[in-house]
């Protein structure tokens, strides 16, 4: 009667990358960062133009989302108040609580 094979067992872990240290998780997103838009087959200079541009625009979405949805919420919060409890003196009246309540501070 014979055995089946059974193959001895790994010195070392190879089911995945691990990432021991700050370096390894760098290049790690770097490549999936590569591989995601496409740009493993630049040359470096291109690479750089690529990753200032997405840096500029990345910047300037953020910049111009911070500044506009304040002055949206408070245009939309009598909406929403409508949407939600059907009249708009719901709303005001919150707020005028919320201000009497700073001024007592």
């Not at 021991?20 to 999936?32: C, D, G, I, P, R």
């Not at 200079?45 to 408070?74: A, H, N, Y």
Request: charged share 15%.
């Amino acid at each position: 009667m014979t055995r089946p094979f059974k193959p001895p067992p790994l010195a070392r872990d190879t089911t995945g990358f691990r990432c021991n240290s700050l370096s390894a998780y760098a290049w790690k997103q770097w490549t999936m960062f590569e591989a995601t838009f496409a740009i493993c087959g630049l040359e470096p200079w291109e690479k750089l133009v690529f990753v200032i541009v997405m840096s500029l625009l990345t910047f300037l979405f953020f910049t111009g989302l911070s500044r506009v949805i304040p002055s949206q919420l408070i245009s939309l919060l009598p909406r929403i108040a409508y949407y939600l409890w059907g009249d708009e003196r719901v709303l005001n009246h919150w707020m005028d609580h919320a201000a009497a309540s700073v001024k007592e501070l």
